[in-house]
């Protein structure tokens, strides 16, 4: 047995704990805007993992959820913006120039 595995076994972790808690790798995922619409209108993403709105309109647009907190401002035509989400939970957004674009992410 490893020096490492028993210093996790005496913590009261086992084996298996520590291998799930790294098991994920924070990833980028790419929201597009274009056509007044974000694309995928919906996403799972994890902790540490980084969400990237691109704005391939000719005009502005945001990522609003007031609930949850999460408020990019103009995003300009040709402009990006990221988020990285700090606790699980599921979240709606809108577009607050343009209100009927709606999507939704995930964080696990």
Same mark, same amino acid.
């Given at each position: 047995?490893?020096?490492?595995?028993?210093?996790?076994?005496?913590?009261?972790?086992?084996? *298996?704990?520590?291998?799930?808690?790294?098991?994920?790798? +924070?990833?980028? &995922? /790419? !929201? #597009?805007?274009?056509?007044?619409?974000?694309?995928?209108?919906?996403?799972?993403?994890?902790? *540490?993992?980084?969400?990237?709105?691109?704005?391939?309109? +000719?005009?502005? &647009? /945001? !990522? #609003?959820?007031?609930?949850?907190?999460?408020?990019?401002?103009?995003?300009?035509?040709?402009?990006?913006?990221?988020?990285?989400?700090?606790?699980?939970?599921?979240?709606?957004?809108?577009?607050?120039?343009?209100?009927?674009?709606?999507?939704?992410?995930?964080?696990?």
């Amino acid at each position: 047995m490893s020096v490492a595995v028993l210093s996790l076994m005496l913590c009261g972790i086992g084996p *298996g704990a520590a291998a799930d808690a790294s098991a994920h790798k +924070p990833i980028t &995922h /790419t !929201v #597009t805007i274009d056509g007044t619409s974000f694309q995928p209108a919906s996403l799972t993403v994890h902790l *540490g993992d980084t969400i990237v709105w691109v704005n391939k309109d +000719p005009f502005p &647009h /945001t !990522v #609003t959820s007031k609930s949850a907190g999460v408020e990019s401002g103009a995003i300009a035509p040709g402009k990006s913006w990221k988020f990285k989400p700090t606790r699980k939970g599921d979240v709606d957004y809108i577009c607050s120039f343009h209100t009927t674009m709606k999507a939704h992410f995930q964080v696990q």
